[in-house]
């Protein structure tokens, strides 16, 4: 590929732009990233500076395809990049490493056709796990592959999460990805809660160290050409919903402390500002009765309060990082024929410029998943913000772009992709973490399993389970049965992302407890269940032989664990309720708030040793 790109007499790299042989200061690597975005910014128009506090969706076309528009509006790259000057932007599914480096590397070429030159920030949502659900996570595909962050709360060891972290930066980098719209580190304390899955659990202290850990791996101490710049969200703590309903829909829009716990969903958030996090992105929550101090908080969205964003993250924790809105929070949308409306809580009757117009007054920089630039440009025309307010915002989202060094080369390599993106090694180590994280609940004696033992699976692939033992067909032909669940959910399909977003009861169907049970009369069973919530687990600790849970396993991974060949060491990082009731009576902001769990935080089992040739 032939880059626009000059070089300096000693071989400082820039791009001029507009090929007069002329460098100015902010092409300068030579100058200080603050130095080099003072200059810049006195150069770009209005247009320019708006288009900078926009985060919106790019679908990763055919390389090269500028024109088509994509799945969540009227809007091409072409008139997102040059129309409309938006240059950061979340990609969702990917095809390949080869296919999105030049996909990326064609976008980079269509921004160097703008003004200035200004390059594409590409930004991700977690995508090295099992969850798939595209306003939220993704599936690992072509990259290596990892229990949930819930599972590496499960292992509990920082080093493990700074090796994941440094692998996730060099997959990220490798394909063009140079922001993280992760870690999540909310607190599990609502059990019914569908966003658990990609937390550290329920422990601000381990959230705390873990995400201090996860920032290393991930960005460093510092924003650096070798950084993926990271977002920590949902600030201040997303996890205490009303009844554990999410708040990506109306229903759930209600955030709630009964047990006076605001503070405590702070600590992780604290722990990464003194990391230096990037970004910061505001939960949708709607506070509803929350005092601090001697303050009523106001009854709106997070991304619109001006006590949240500027009185306590900006003024009183001291964060003059980029703070991101989570999506949509703006306009309406609808994705097929499933309506998602603005997650604009507390301000549902109010117009999409009365919505931006609050945003940024609460101290917002950048809107995610809008493009509604218009709407912004209206506002500063009519003096309803202020040009230096427009400014402060752009200059900390130029910042970040570079320190990453995007100014001086932001395209990527396809051959080095090719062989980074889930290289043996990095595939290997995502394996043996999915094995540790297995957490073992019960066990009575069936495990590890016998290198001979005769099984009969249910819920996974037998050709795996064919080298750990014999498959069978009946359970009276078997020595031990073993069946995978996931935890229950109640289906719902109203509106966009609802029916990925697993909320509702965590009770078992009758008719799964049945089978289970009908098993359990004709060979000890082993249950494994895929814990993205936790389960009422009681009518199958009554009836099987063992109950492990994993948090994101392969079926070989699961295996690996129960034959003993990669010894679990998992231990819940959120407890186990005993039953609903329980759940109910519990308060969403407090941690291990249920009458007598089943298990309790922290609870898991060593397996016995496996002797050689069992």
């Known amino acids: 590929m032939s880059l626009q790109h000059s070089y300096t007499p000693d071989g400082v790299p820039f791009r001029d732009l507009n090929h007069n042989g002329v460098m100015e200061p902010f092409e300068d690597a030579r100058l200080t990233a603050e130095e080099r975005t003072d200059d810049l910014l006195g150069r770009l128009s209005i247009e320019e500076k708006i288009g900078l506090l926009f985060q919106t969706v790019m679908p990763s076309n055919d390389p090269g395809d500028h024109d088509t528009p994509g799945p969540f509006g009227p809007h091409t790259q072409r ?95 490798a394909l063009g990805i140079r922001s993280a719209i992760h870690p999540q580190i909310d607190l599990a304390t609502e059990p019914r809660w569908a966003r658990q899955m990609q937390t550290f659990g329920q422990s601000a202290e381990v959230t705390s160290r873990l995400a201090s850990a996860y920032l290393a791996g991930l960005q460093g101490d510092t924003v650096t050409q070798d950084s993926v710049a990271t977002c920590a969200k949902h600030f201040p703590g997303g996890g205490p919903q009303k009844d554990g309903e999410d708040p990506h829909f109306p229903y759930g829009r209600e955030q709630v402390y009964p047990g006076e716990r605001f503070e405590y969903h702070l600590e992780p958030f604290r722990a990464v500002i003194a990391g230096g996090v990037s970004a910061m992105m505001p939960y949708y929550g709607m506070p509803v009765g929350l005092v601090r101090g001697d303050e009523d908080i106001e009854e709106v969205g997070f991304g619109f309060s001006e006590q949240i964003v500027t009185g306590l993250l900006r003024n009183e924790l001291g964060f003059d990082g980029v703070v991101v809105s989570d999506w949509g929070i703006i306009t309406d949308i609808t994705v097929g024929n499933k309506p998602f409306p603005a997650k604009a809580w507390g301000l549902e009757d109010r117009t999409p410029l009365d919505r931006l117009a609050a945003a940024i007054a ?104 064919s080298g750990y033992g014999r498959v069978v067909d009946t359970p009276e032909e078997a020595d031990v049965a073993i069946v995978r669940l996931a935890a229950p959910f109640e289906p719902r399909d109203t509106y966009f992302l609802e029916n990925a977003t697993h909320q509702g009861s965590l009770d078992f169907p009758d008719d799964v407890i049945a089978r289970i049970t009908e098993l359990a009369k ?51 990082p959120i407890e186990i309720p005993r039953s609903m009731d329980a759940v109910r009576n519990s308060r969403p902001d407090v941690p291990s708030d249920t009458v007598d769990p089943l298990f309790p935080f922290g609870f898991g089992l060593d397996l016995p040793r496996r002797e050689a040739g069992q």
């Not at 990609?91 to 056709?113: G, I, K």
């Not at 080369?409 to 290997?428: L, N, S």
């Not at 396993?553 to 690996?560: P, R, V």
Request: glycine letters at 8%.
């Open 362 to 465: 609460a101290g917002v920089d950048q809107l995610g998943g809008e493009a509604c630039t218009e709407l912004l440009s209206e506002l500063v025309s009519t003096g309803a913000v202020s040009l230096d307010r427009v400014d402060a915002s752009a200059r900390r989202v130029l910042l970040v772009k570079f320190r990453l060094g995007l100014f001086d080369d932001p395209y990527v390599d396809e051959e080095t992709a090719a062989t980074t993106v889930g290289h043996a090694d990095f595939r290997a180590a995502g394996h043996r973490a999915q094995a540790e994280a297995i957490t073992v609940l019960t066990n009575d004696g069936v495990l590890p399993l016998r290198a001979d033992v005769a099984v009969v699976v249910a819920g996974m692939d037998a050709d795996s389970a």
């Open 522 to 572: 004709k060979v000890p069973v082993v249950v494994d269940v895929y814990l993205d919530r936790p389960a009422i687990l009681a009518p199958i600790t009554s009836v099987a032989a063992a109950v492990v849970v994993d948090f994101g396993a392969s079926d070989t991974a699961l295996l690996d664990a129960l034959s003993g060949r990669i010894q679990p060491r998992g231990r819940l």
């Open 79 to 173: 008139d997102h990049v040059l129309g409309r000057f938006i240059n950061h932007y979340n990609v969702m599914a990917l095809p390949d490493a080869r296919t999105t480096v030049r996909w990326y590397n064609a976008l980079q070429t269509l921004a160097e056709q703008a003004p200035h030159g200004i390059p594409i920030t590409i930004a991700s949502d977690p995508r090295h796990g099992f969850t798939e659900n595209v306003g939220m996570a993704l599936s690992a595909g072509f990259l290596s592959q990892w229990p949930e962050l819930l599972g590496l709360a499960a292992i509990g060891d920082e080093s493990l999460v700074r090796t994941f972290a440094d692998v996730a930066r060099r997959e990220y980098r």
